[in-house]
């Protein structure tokens, strides 16, 4: 499976940005699909995660402004994020997991300047 992430970049405090990460590869199932980030210094950690039925969880500090959604014909998952802060700056990594394995994208850099 491999991963390719669009749509990081720098953006003021309060705007939006939209992440995207598309899979390919051929004979796996995708289960949860989900967007870690990693900011400098700093332990990666889990912003959002949908399973394959919809179900989503997100780390307190996004809850209520960003929104993860997926769709599985194209083995796609999004990242809507509004109301950005400083804080958010980081890399951001899209993670899928198979019944068997967990693959990670190459990251794309989010820079929410004050």
């Known amino acids: 499976v491999q991963l390719q992430a669009f749509g990081g970049g720098l953006v003021q405090a309060g705007g939006s940005l939209t992440l995207s990460c598309a899979a390919s590869?051929?004979?796996?199932?995708?289960?949860?699909m989900g967007w870690y980030r990693q900011a400098p210094g700093e332990q990666r950690e889990l912003v959002a995660l949908?399973?394959?039925?919809?179900?989503?969880n997100y780390a307190d500090s996004v809850k209520g402004r960003f929104t993860i959604s997926r769709d599985n014909a194209k083995n796609t998952v999004y990242l809507q994020m509004n109301s950005l802060k400083p804080e958010d700056t980081a890399v951001y990594y899209c993670?899928?997991?198979?019944?068997?394995?967990?693959?990670w994208g190459q990251g794309t850099e989010l820079t929410v300047s004050s």
């Open positions: 993670n899928v997991r198979t019944l068997y394995s967990s693959y």
């Open positions: 590869g051929s004979g796996f199932n995708i289960n949860a």
């Open positions: 949908i399973t394959r039925g919809g179900s989503t």
